[in-house]
């Protein structure tokens, strides 16, 4: 598979786990895309430092070509899915009495 | 210098989030098994995710501006440790933006001590 089509699938995924598997349902709360805002913009400056510094590079074979700050529009996909699963993860434990 | 590359990356990302452990008393690090739990599991997920794309060329790393410790498949240390710390920003993200905002439902506020 693509670095696009696996970065669609893991946008559906995440948003799966979250709603359906784990139901702690981030993505219908402020709280979440408030800290999502603040996350994609610290990560559009580390994205651009890793991408055009070279200190990762991208085949053009697997993305559709579109970048922003210097990396391909796929890896907004790759953040969103890391860190949503992470933080729907973090509420779920702590849900679960794993408050500690 | 060229060596610390990915390294400058990494220590960005701890400079701009772990204050939060300390002005906003968002207790992530101190939650250390909470938080563990959380990013463990989407850790191992995402390197089966990194390793896939490193064998099928999607993208590489320039060793060059690594420390130079690799592991399978020459993916370097720093990416190991990508998957730990950018989650830990995430976490004291959304807990920082709980402590600003104290009316906002999170949704574990039952639990919560």
Redesign the interface.
């Known amino acids: 598979m693509s670095y696009t089509a696996l970065t669609i699938l893991a946008i559906i995924l995440t948003v799966l786990i979250d709603v359906k598997v784990l139901k702690t349902r981030l993505v219908t709360r402020k709280v979440f895309w408030t800290s999502y805002a603040i996350i994609l913009f610290f990560q559009l400056i580390t994205n651009w430092w890793l991408t055009s510094n070279e200190i990762v590079s991208y085949s053009e074979d697997f993305i559709i070509g579109a970048r922003i700050a210097a990396a391909p529009i796929e890896d907004l996909g790759f953040g969103f899915a890391l860190v949503t699963n992470v933080m729907a993860l973090w509420v779920y434990w702590g849900r679960r009495g794993l408050v500690r | 210098m060229e060596t610390f590359?990915?390294a400058?990356?990494l220590s960005?990302?701890i400079l701009?989030s772990f204050w939060l452990e300390l002005a906003l008393k968002v207790r992530v690090l101190i939650?250390?098994?909470?938080?563990l739990?959380?990013?463990l599991?989407?850790a191992l997920?995402?390197l089966i995710?990194v390793f896939?794309?490193v064998n099928?060329?999607?993208?590489?790393?320039?060793i060059s501006?690594?420390l130079g410790i690799t592991g399978p498949s020459g993916v370097p240390l720093e990416e190991f440790l990508f998957?730990i710390i950018?989650?830990i920003?995430?976490?004291m993200?959304?807990e920082?933006?709980?402590r600003v905002?104290g009316h906002?439902?999170?949704?574990?506020e039952?639990?919560?001590?």
């Open positions: 590359g990915y400058v990356m960005f990302t701009a939650r250390i098994r909470r938080a739990s959380a990013i599991p989407v997920v995402f995710w896939y794309a099928r060329g999607h993208w590489r790393y320039d501006q690594t998957f950018v989650p920003a995430a976490i993200t959304i920082a933006v709980r905002k906002w439902i999170v949704g574990d039952e639990r919560e001590s």
